[in-house]
């Protein structure tokens, strides 16, 4: 099916990461022009760069207001503007602490690294369409954000405020400055990447993770990335907005396995 995405300029953050790169070369397969930002896996952005012709890299911090500005200064200058954003940048802290024991220092560090990373990315993208009168934005959260994660309140908290707040309020701001723009959004669970591999090489772990979905497997990124792109597509979703798509093979609350 025709996505109406090839030619499309896209910026999509977190490209070094699993989920970000499966992204950046799902769009690029479509024939979308994409710019990949990564903040430390230069080597792994410009792996995945090779993969996606005429593709740009861009570095930055995007808890840091003028590393954000300036990535979207140069996509601009990269490629005249931007018609997509997928904000996949984000960080989950892997030691489990509960909250009586988390310290302030990590609920800011968490919170700047996934909340204030997204509103800045938001912010950038917003301003774009604000010039362009025409976008397509896909935040990313996670199931924590919907189901909470005991050990994770900081990370839970932070994609909760993503994917409700967030995300509801975007959806009816973008269409003051551009009628048909949209804004939706994606939740991962349980996904094979660099942020989370160490904790998936665990089988006891996976083995009662995987309780609670009907799909007992963890996602593959491209799982992840096909869904962005759908969403990101007018084609496809023309008229879906201010909607989460849990891609977590049915994932609930509860245990469905003994």
């Not at 995007?62 to 601009?76: G, H, N, Q, T, V």
């Not at 968490?110 to 917003?126: D, E, H, S, V, W």
Request: glycine share 10%.
């Amino acid at each position: 099916m025709e996505t109406g995405l090839s030619g499309k300029r896209v910026l999509v953050t977190g490209a070094s990461g699993g989920i970000g790169a499966a992204c950046a070369r799902a769009f690029a397969a479509e024939g979308s022009r994409v710019a990949l930002h990564y903040n430390r896996g230069r080597d792994r952005a410009e792996a995945v760069a090779a993969d996606c012709p005429g593709s740009v890299v861009l570095q930055g911090d995007l808890r840091r207001e003028e590393d954000a500005d300036r990535i979207f200064d140069e996509a601009r200058s990269a490629f005249g503007g931007l018609d997509v954003c997928a904000a996949v940048a984000g960080v989950w802290p892997e030691e489990d602490v509960p909250l009586w024991q988390l310290s302030l220092d990590r609920w800011q560090e968490t919170l700047a690294a996934n909340l204030t990373a997204t509103f800045l990315t938001a912010r950038g993208f917003l301003r774009e369409v604000e010039r362009s009168s025409h976008g397509s934005l896909v935040l990313v959260g996670s199931t924590a954000g919907v189901f909470g994660e005991a050990g994770h309140a900081d990370y839970a908290s932070a994609k909760s405020a993503v994917v409700r707040g967030l995300l509801l309020s975007l959806k009816n701001e973008i269409v003051r400055i551009a009628p048909r723009a949209r804004v939706n959004a994606v939740c991962p669970g349980w996904t094979v990447s660099p942020m989370t591999r160490t904790t998936l090489d665990d089988p006891s772990l996976v083995e009662r993770a995987t309780r609670t979905m009907a799909l007992r497997k963890v996602a593959q990124p491209e799982d992840v990335a096909r869904q962005i792109v759908v969403l990101a597509s007018d084609e496809l979703s023309g008229h879906v907005t201010g909607q989460v798509v849990l891609v977590a093979g049915g994932m609930e609350g509860r245990v469905l396995h003994s």
